[in-house]
């Protein structure tokens, strides 16, 4: 059962960070809705992430360096969401006023 939850949860970050990274990335696209986006494809690499060091638990033979590798990873896996989480909703807003601002002119 793990196995089947891991491999769909790695597969649809990849690829959702893979997308996200591409579409910030166009050419004629407002800097603010970039860096929204930005912030989901940090978002989808943080959950690779912390999967990829909830992994490592896995194992049968756990030893020391295993468990450092894999709580590193869940620290950085976990920074990258709260990280990622707060610039998306931080440029959301300024999105949503800018065009709320070009709407009213």
Do not use: C
Request: proline residues 1%; hydrophobic residues 50%.
């Amino acid at each position: 059962m793990w196995s089947a939850i891991y491999l769909t949860g790695v597969l649809a970050s990849l690829v959702a960070s893979v997308y996200f990274s591409m579409h910030a990335r166009r050419r004629g696209v407002h800097p603010l809705e970039s860096r929204m986006t930005l912030g989901k494809m940090n978002v989808a690499l943080g959950v690779l992430v912390t999967l990829f060091g909830l992994n490592q638990f896995t194992f049968e033979s756990l030893d020391t360096i295993r468990i450092v590798v894999a709580l590193i990873m869940l620290v950085v896996g976990v920074i990258n969401l709260f990280l990622g989480t707060r610039n998306y909703f931080r440029y959301r807003t300024a999105w949503q006023a800018e065009l709320n601002k070009e709407k009213l002119t």
